[in-house]
């Protein structure tokens, strides 16, 4: 088949809308915890069908941008622990009600979204449209999200593709720093919620 003058050209528009389209990663903002040295201490609590715990999440992005989570009770007794290595979840401690395939699945979206480790392992971003000053992308990582973003801080995060019956919706809440004061996540279709509050940056 002939490559003609006028497919060359509607091929070169298709690339130059593509490219117009597909944007650098660089109108992404990173992890908030990239600006924190040690630790963030956040008053979390956590909710999924009959059960209620609430204590401290500990949260920490190493010097090998190794993820690390701890949640604590308000007693001191370890509930959960986990670790993100180069975007792969590692378990170190679950409590039992969420140690079930289906659970640790969820939660481990859960953390790894709500720690923005996803955006460390960007591909490729698109934006969507300008409203009210907050800019919508969708980004393509580790998985697929929809992201929110105002004065370079991420406002919301939603996951994208595929079923999705329990998508993951986080809203993050700041003040005059690029660390949220505040988390909500919610899901749709299951009874899962955690909310944070922020107590201590060390």
Same mark, same amino acid.
């Given at each position: 088949m002939k490559f003609s003058l006028k497919n060359s050209y509607i091929f070169f528009i298709l690339v130059?809308?593509? /490219?117009?389209?597909? /944007?650098?990663t660089t109108n992404i903002p990173s992890t908030y915890l990239n600006d924190v040295k040690n630790n963030l201490v956040y008053d979390m609590? $956590?909710?999924? %069908?009959? #059960? #209620? +715990?609430?204590?401290?999440? *500990? $949260?920490k992005k190493d010097a090998l941008g190794q993820y690390h989570g701890v949640f604590l009770? %308000? *007693? +001191?007794?370890k509930l959960m622990e986990f670790i993100i290595r180069k975007g792969e979840f590692e378990w170190l401690k679950l409590i039992e009600i969420m140690d079930k395939k289906a659970s @640790? !699945?969820?939660l481990e979206r859960d953390f790894s979204m709500l720690m923005l480790s996803d955006l460390d392992y960007i591909k490729k971003t698109k934006s969507i449209k300008i409203k009210n000053e907050v800019e919508y992308y !969708? *980004?393509?990582?580790? @998985? !697929?999200?929809l992201l929110e973003i105002k004065n370079a801080r991420i /406002?919301?995060?939603?996951? @994208?593709?595929?079923?999705?019956?329990? %998508?993951? !919706?986080?809203?993050?809440? #700041?003040? %005059?720093e690029n660390t949220p004061k505040s988390v909500s996540?919610?899901?749709?279709?299951?009874?899962l919620k955690l909310e944070l509050k922020l107590l201590e940056i060390q």
């Amino acid at each position: 088949m002939k490559f003609s003058l006028k497919n060359s050209y509607i091929f070169f528009i298709l690339v130059i809308a593509f /490219q117009a389209n597909s /944007q650098t990663t660089t109108n992404i903002p990173s992890t908030y915890l990239n600006d924190v040295k040690n630790n963030l201490v956040y008053d979390m609590s $956590m909710s999924y %069908k009959d #059960y #209620y +715990g609430s204590g401290l999440l *500990v $949260m920490k992005k190493d010097a090998l941008g190794q993820y690390h989570g701890v949640f604590l009770s %308000k *007693v +001191g007794l370890k509930l959960m622990e986990f670790i993100i290595r180069k975007g792969e979840f590692e378990w170190l401690k679950l409590i039992e009600i969420m140690d079930k395939k289906a659970s @640790r !699945k969820i939660l481990e979206r859960d953390f790894s979204m709500l720690m923005l480790s996803d955006l460390d392992y960007i591909k490729k971003t698109k934006s969507i449209k300008i409203k009210n000053e907050v800019e919508y992308y !969708k *980004v393509w990582s580790t @998985r !697929k999200l929809l992201l929110e973003i105002k004065n370079a801080r991420i /406002q919301k995060e939603e996951n @994208r593709g595929g079923l999705n019956l329990t %998508k993951t !919706k986080i809203t993050f809440y #700041y003040d %005059k720093e690029n660390t949220p004061k505040s988390v909500s996540l919610i899901h749709r279709n299951i009874d899962l919620k955690l909310e944070l509050k922020l107590l201590e940056i060390q």
